[in-house]
């Protein structure tokens, strides 16, 4: 099975102690089993934080993506998340500077 991107936040550069969260469900009918994510910049604007919960009958797989503007792209470990369980993970840009913050965040399963 391929991986599946849905994109849970989308926001510009962020300010220092931004609290800007967003939520994203899974579910086209091929896709990873129903998870119900929430994603939260975090630690001044550095870290992005996925929390899913499976509601599905299925076991499934998910990370964090962190798109941090000039900086390098940062994945958080798979998790793996058995129905009914809810499980966070994070990733965090290499360094903080005027436009390398968290730019993005996105859940991917597997």
């Known amino acids: 099975m391929g991986k599946r991107t849905r994109t849970a936040l989308m926001a510009g550069v962020l300010a220092v102690g931004s609290a800007v969260t967003g939520i994203a469900a899974a579910a086209p009918a091929n896709a990873a089993p129903p998870f119900i994510c929430q994603t939260a910049v975090t630690h001044g604007g550095e870290t992005g934080e996925g929390t899913c919960r499976n509601d599905g009958t299925e076991t499934g797989q998910f990370r ?19 129905p009914g369980q809810t499980a966070t993970t994070n990733a965090s840009c290499p360094f903080n500077l005027p436009g390398q913050g968290v730019g993005r965040i996105t859940i991917e399963f597997a």
């Open 64 to 82: 964090v993506h962190v798109v941090c503007g000039l900086a390098v792209d940062q994945y958080s470990s798979w998790v793996l998340l058995a």
